[in-house]
């Protein structure tokens, strides 16, 4: 393993690109999906299931981590990767999805966002050299900076202010964040849904000449299409040597759509929230297991899965367990659909290794298309 961030980029295909991030705590194979750990769990999984479904990384969030248990309670303990027996690298959001998110709760001025805990109602700041500090003190391997994240749809103007707020922000925490061997800062970009905001944001960005760069502001309320708009006006302005990471997003057919224009890294928790609910991913698109027909139907979900949640049990004992609201229900769904988006992300790479990626694009989406039935 290197002792320091590095990003090799393997091979295209089109647009779409195979690559590879190295850094003292592993090797992340790209494109890749990362599952969501707010709080240091990938809800209703064992860490073990996680690692063997495929994830090379996993995220954890600094607001959510922050509040509880506390950043400096986990430096105390070893550090988040020691507290929650994840030796592989993880990515740490900065907060500002939650100066969106939590716009009820919050007051943000030039300095940085205070918060009003929705835990207990404490009063908290966060600055941008106090995310990266905190960002620190949980030992993440990539660390973000702090931004403000717009709800789509909104005024240009106000738009064109958080953006520029974000610009200054990442400057701030460039600084902050100095030189950490074998770990990396991403800025974020912002403008929402104007194309010159995006494209003044990504070369302001650009002249930090940062370690990766995310794609931010996306999957708040737009159509799918003009998600795919900005990345497409977003992605030739940002070095081609440097990760791409598409954040929250999104659906399998955000993610292989998104590959295709060049984006290298994902995190969402559809995954695990659709688990949670009842919904099952799998090669043959979407299934509503809470469903009747499914009441009877003793055919696993895909028998060709190498997941055992997904092979081995039926879907009358799924369908069982989620209308009774049993934890098991949303464990299982949970299991199938990270290991389904990890099998998609495993197809992905193969496809773009062999240069037919274009082809598997259009075989998966036929298949989603085909259905269940």
Known sequence: MTENFTFNLKATDGKARLGEITMPRGTIRTPAFMPVGTV?????????????????????NTYHLMLRPGAERVARLGGLHELIRWPEPILTDSGGFQVMSLSGLR?????????????????????????IEIQGLLDSDIQMQLDECVALPAEPKEIERA????LRWAE???????????????????????????IRSAEGLKQLDLKGYAVGGLAVGEPQDVMLDMLNITLPVLPTEKPRYLMG????????????????????VMPTRSGRHGL???????????????????????????????????????????????????????WNN?????????????????????????????AWARGDD
């Open 163 to 166: 953006m520029e707020l974000s």
């Open 249 to 268: 997003v999104g659906t399998p057919d955000d993610i292989i759509k998104s590959v295709a224009r060049g984006i290298d890294m994902f995190d969402c």
């Open 40 to 60: 240091g769990t990938v809800k209703a999984m064992y860490l073990d299931q996680v690692r063997d479904a495929g994830a090379d990384i996993i995220l954890g």
């Open 338 to 366: 990270l290991s389904y988006y990890q099998e998609l992300m495993q197809g992905i790479r193969k496809s773009i290794a062999e240069g037919r990626f274009e082809d598997f694009m259009a075989e998966t989406q036929e």
């Open 107 to 131: 007051k943000l001025d030039e300095q940085g966002v205070t918060f009003k805990s929705h835990i207990d109602g404490s009063l908290h700041h966060m600055s941008p050299e106090r995310s």
């Open 172 to 198: 701030r925490c460039r600084v902050a964040f100095g030189n950490q061997p074998g770990k990396a800062m991403f800025g974020i970009v912002q403008g929402g849904d104007q194309p010159n905001l995006r």
């Open 280 to 334: 099952a991913f799998t090669r043959k698109g979407k299934v509503n297991i809470r469903n009747a027909k499914h009441a009877e139907d003793m055919r696993p979900l895909d028998e060709q899965s190498s997941c055992p949640a997904t092979r081995d049990y039926s879907r009358a004992y799924l369908h069982h367990l989620v209308r009774s609201n049993e934890a098991l229900g949303g464990m299982l769904l949970s």
